[in-house]
C-alpha cells in the first residue's frame, strides 16, 4: 500500500500545519513506522513557531540528548517573560485617571 501513497507527492504543496494531520493519519494506518513519521513531523515542526511541539518531538525522538535551543531560547525566554510581566500587571491596581 505505501507504493501508491501519494503523501510524499502532496506534503511539499500543503501548508505545514496541514501536513501534521496527513503525517498522523500515515501512522494510525501503519503505512509508515510511527518513529519515521515522527521525525518528519519534527523536521516540519522545527521551521515554525510551535517551539513547544518541536521540543517536545525532539524530547521524544531523542530522549538521551538535550533540546536545542538556538534561536528558540530567546523566544522561549520571551514568552516566559511575558508570562511574568503579565502576572506582575494583573497584580498591581489600575492608574487610571478616573480612580483619583
Known amino acids: 500500500m505505501a507504493e501508491h501513497d501519494l503523501s510524499t507527492t502532496i506534503i511539499p504543496y500543503l501548508d505545514r500545519h496541514l501536513s501534521f494531520p496527513l503525517l498522523a ?3 494510525e494506518t501503519s503505512l509508515f513506522p510511527a518513529d ?5 513531523q519534527y523536521e516540519l515542526a522545527k521551521g515554525t513557531n510551535m517551539f513547544d511541539y518541536a521540543a517536545s518531538l525532539f524530547a521524544q525522538i531523542y530522549p538521551n540528548e538535550e533540546v536545542p535551543l538556538g534561536e528558540w531560547g530567546i523566544w522561549l ?3 516566559a517573560l511575558d508570562v511574568d510581566v503579565g502576572t506582575r500587571i ?10 483619583q
Open 90 to 99: 494583573r497584580g498591581q491596581p489600575r492608574q487610571c485617571g478616573l480612580d
Open 25 to 27: 493519519h500515515l501512522v
Open 77 to 79: 525566554y520571551l514568552g
Open 36 to 40: 519515521e513519521v515522527q521525525v518528519a
